[in-house]
């Protein structure tokens, strides 16, 4: 493992630096941000990227040290041609944390896909984590479902993101929450230049998943947050699923929906420093 790029170092609040770590995956890109002796890895959606934690990171670097990063075949990392599955991801994390020393144990900030990496980590290394953030997490997709990933996921494929954007964000970012236009509008620009190889092999890593069995397990404190307009992980479907940890708090963000935060990052930093605060004392 070693340190592509050597643009990093001890971040001030308020400067962000990027970097690639060569792992055994590839290179993967991460940033370093924030202050303070609390330490948080964030861990972004699916089809999302560093810049999706762009307003939470913001609300929470005055007091708590932050690693983000583009996780395989997403973002600026490194291209992928071949399938890979979730305990990969996890893999991955394990390797960057390593690699760049990170104080532990850590928080875990996941969204929507990425919280099956946290949970997964988070069960497979209990006492390196202090506790885990999952906002609108995707732990399970139902069977009908499946079938909608393979296929959108290939339709990006064969024609590019343009060609599955709408339909994407109509029901991850519904039109009741787009008030903000520029916020809703730089999200899709960015969702379009991603990879679709990369999307599509991310896609069928999620699309098997199940972690129910592994909720229960989970002995870190954990905060579920779910979106008050979320279409894709609706709060009474979240809250059901936070009954069965064993160390949980479950709180609904308002005027959020799946990407929330993109869509509430002010709100759902809020949250996330709260319930760290808590971890703290």
């Given at each position: 493992m070693k340190l592509i790029s050597n643009d990093i170092g001890e971040a001030s609040p308020t400067d962000s630096r990027t970097a690639w770590m060569e792992l055994s995956s590839g290179n993967l890109r991460y940033a370093l941000s924030g202050s303070g002796l609390t330490g948080a890895v964030m861990i972004h959606e699916l089809g999302g990227s560093i810049e999706s934690?762009?307003?939470v990171a913001a609300g929470l670097e005055p007091s708590t040290r932050l690693l983000r990063?583009?996780?395989r075949g997403q973002?600026?990392?490194d291209k992928v041609h071949s399938a890979f599955s979730l305990m990969d991801q996890v893999d991955d994390l394990r390797e960057l944390l390593d690699a760049t020393a990170w104080p532990q144990p850590?928080?875990?900030i996941a969204a929507a896909a990425g919280a099956a990496i946290a949970v997964s980590f988070a069960a497979r290394f209990p006492g390196d984590i202090a506790g885990i953030v999952l906002c609108a997490?995707?732990?399970?997709?139902d069977p009908a479902r499946r079938h909608y990933l393979h296929e959108r996921a290939e339709l990006a494929t064969r024609e590019g993101m343009a060609a599955i954007v709408d339909v994407t964000l109509d029901n991850s970012w519904p039109p009741v929450l787009r008030r903000d236009a520029s916020a809703f509008n730089r999200y899709r620009e960015r969702f379009i230049t991603r990879d679709p190889a990369g999307y599509e092999f991310a896609s069928?890593?999620?699309s098997g998943i199940d972690l129910s069995d592994v909720l229960g397990t989970l002995v870190c404190p954990c905060l579920v947050l779910a979106g008050e307009h979320d279409l894709q992980r609706p709060p009474e479907r979240l809250a059901q699923q936070a009954a069965r940890m064993v160390r949980t708090r479950f709180e609904i963000v308002p005027s959020a929906g799946h990407l929330m935060a993109s869509q509430q990052p002010a709100e759902v930093a809020k949250h996330i420093g709260a319930f760290i605060g808590r971890g703290r004392a």
């Open positions: 934690w762009e307003g990063y583009d996780q973002g600026q990392s850590c928080w875990l997490p995707a732990l399970d997709v069928r890593a999620l």
